[in-house]
């Protein structure tokens, strides 16, 4: 079977977020532009935010598929096994926005990283480089990555490219980019119904630091009022979940959209210690607060990663 009739499935990471999901269904569509038997594909179930930005595009959610035989797949907003369902086995191609780190293939793959604020800021550049036309529905998914993954701009990781790119596909979408982070973000804090657990479980990336397997965290909310009500709960839940899933360390952000800080908690007395010398910051109560820090790709793994590594 050859390439162009073999299917491909495209699959962002677990715990899919809107940047994974969206740039898993506008990239399978580019794939098929090109002849190609491609389908998106998700992990698990997707967030609030993202749930809101399928229902008001319009858009069809991608299944659900939890494993891969022999399957080719192409891997988007993600390289690290870790947070794949799929094997080395079975990766075919890779676009993405994080650090490189633990893949390895017997062939030559599509490989496309770049340090860009979204992964669909890369898919949009990709787009442009191979002349394919943007479509409304493409640039309206493609612009809520962006918006999601830089918060609108105005996360740390966010780059001139992802600005010019916001533009562009603001304009075809005939969507303004404020308007929409107003309510993908709204949706994106409403944590009624879930348990501290699905909340800390929500959003989490597993690494490999040196000989250590860490997971860490992420929730965004405009306010933190629940972490504030919940403080002890979710440090309970932290201790347990750890010791359930057999993590070395664990720890949890909370990000404060409106004030730009985060709040990082920790399942121990091990944990705080790494944090407090990773952040040069002593805790307060519950947790250390980080003003200015929103980003975990940028600004909490990497630090924690140095001192883990050295320790």
Same mark, same amino acid.
């Given at each position: 079977?050859n390439?162009?009739? &073999?299917?491909?499935y495209?699959?962002?990471?677990?715990?899919?977020?809107?940047?994974?999901?969206?740039?898993? =269904? =506008?990239?399978?569509r580019?794939?098929?532009?090109?002849g190609?038997?491609?389908?998106?594909?998700? #992990?698990?179930?997707?967030?609030?935010?993202t749930?809101?930005?399928?229902?008001?595009? &319009?858009?069809?959610?991608?299944?659900i *598929?939890?494993?891969?035989?022999?399957e080719?797949?192409?891997?988007?907003?993600?390289?690290?096994l870790?947070?794949?369902?799929?094997?080395?086995?079975? =990766? @075919?191609? =890779?676009?993405?926005?994080?650090?490189?780190?633990?893949?390895?293939?017997?062939?030559?793959?599509?490989?496309?990283?770049?340090?860009?604020?979204?992964?669909?800021?890369?898919?949009y550049?990709?787009?442009?480089?191979?002349?394919?036309?943007?479509?409304?529905g493409?640039? !309206? /998914?493609l612009? #809520?990555?962006i918006? #999601?993954?830089?918060?609108? /701009?105005?996360?740390?990781?966010t780059?001139s490219?992802? &600005?010019?790119?916001?533009?562009?596909?603001?304009?075809? !979408? !005939?969507?303004?980019?404020?308007?929409?982070?107003?309510?993908?973000?709204?949706?994106?804090?409403? /944590?009624?119904?879930?348990?501290?657990?699905?909340?800390?479980?929500?959003?989490?990336?597993?690494?490999? %630091?040196?000989?250590k397997k860490? @997971?860490i965290?992420?929730?965004?909310?405009?306010?933190?009022?629940?972490?504030?009500n919940?403080k002890?709960l979710?440090l309970?839940? /932290?201790?347990?979940?750890? +010791?359930e899933?057999?993590?070395?360390?664990? %720890? %949890?952000s909370?990000?404060?959209?409106?004030? *730009?800080? !985060?709040?990082?908690?920790s399942?121990?007395?091990?944990?705080?210690?790494?944090?407090?010398?990773?952040f #040069?910051?002593m805790? +307060?109560?519950? %947790?250390?607060l980080?003003?200015?820090?929103?980003?975990?790709?940028?600004?909490?793994?990497?630090?924690?990663?140095?001192?883990i590594? +050295?320790s």
């Amino acid at each position: 079977m050859n390439e162009s009739t &073999e299917k491909t499935y495209v699959v962002g990471h677990n715990t899919p977020d809107t940047d994974s999901v969206v740039s898993a =269904v =506008v990239f399978a569509r580019f794939l098929q532009k090109q002849g190609k038997n491609a389908q998106a594909v998700i #992990s698990e179930k997707p967030n609030n935010e993202t749930n809101y930005v399928f229902t008001f595009m &319009e858009e069809k959610m991608p299944r659900i *598929k939890k494993s891969f035989n022999n399957e080719r797949v192409f891997l988007v907003d993600h390289n690290e096994l870790d947070q794949s369902i799929a094997e080395d086995k079975n =990766v @075919c191609g =890779v676009i993405d926005h994080h650090r490189i780190s633990g893949l390895q293939t017997n062939e030559p793959i599509f490989f496309r990283v770049e340090p860009l604020g979204s992964t669909s800021t890369l898919i949009y550049k990709l787009m442009k480089e191979t002349g394919v036309e943007i479509e409304k529905g493409d640039a !309206a /998914l493609l612009l #809520s990555g962006i918006v #999601s993954d830089t918060l609108n /701009l105005t996360s740390t990781t966010t780059t001139s490219e992802d &600005e010019e790119a916001l533009k562009s596909l603001s304009d075809i !979408a !005939a969507i303004d980019a404020d308007d929409l982070a107003e309510k993908m973000f709204e949706a994106k804090s409403d /944590l009624s119904g879930k348990s501290v657990e699905e909340i800390i479980m929500g959003d989490v990336k597993e690494y490999d %630091f040196g000989d250590k397997k860490v @997971c860490i965290g992420t929730a965004e909310a405009i306010s933190l009022s629940f972490f504030d009500n919940n403080k002890h709960l979710i440090l309970n839940a /932290l201790q347990e979940i750890k +010791k359930e899933k057999g993590f070395d360390f664990f %720890f %949890f952000s909370a990000i404060d959209i409106s004030k *730009k800080e !985060a709040r990082i908690y920790s399942a121990g007395d091990e944990e705080r210690k790494l944090a407090e010398e990773a952040f #040069s910051k002593m805790e +307060k109560g519950d %947790f250390i607060l980080l003003p200015g820090v929103v980003s975990r790709k940028k600004q909490i793994a990497p630090p924690l990663c140095k001192i883990i590594t +050295k320790s």
